[in-house]
C-alpha cells in the first residue's frame, strides 16, 4: 500500500470516529430525557438506569473525542 492509501483510510477512519461521536451525543441526551421523564413519573428504576446509560454514553463520547 503506498502513503497514500494510508493516509485516505485514516482520514476515513477519523471521519468515522467523528460520526460515532456525534452519534453517542445523540444517545446519551435521548438517555438524559428519559431520565428526566422517568424522574418525573417517579419511575426511579428507569430514571436510575437511564442515568447509568445518560453517564456510560457520556465517558464513551469522551473517550471517542479525545482522538480527534
Known sequence: MSNKTHAQKLEQLMEEVHDLSIKLREKQMI????????????????????????????????IVDSIK
Open 31 to 62: 438517555a438524559r430525557g428519559l431520565e428526566d421523564q422517568a424522574g418525573a413519573a417517579n419511575d426511579t428504576d428507569v430514571a436510575r438506569k437511564a442515568l447509568e446509560v445518560h453517564s456510560a454514553l457520556g465517558q464513551a463520547f469522551n
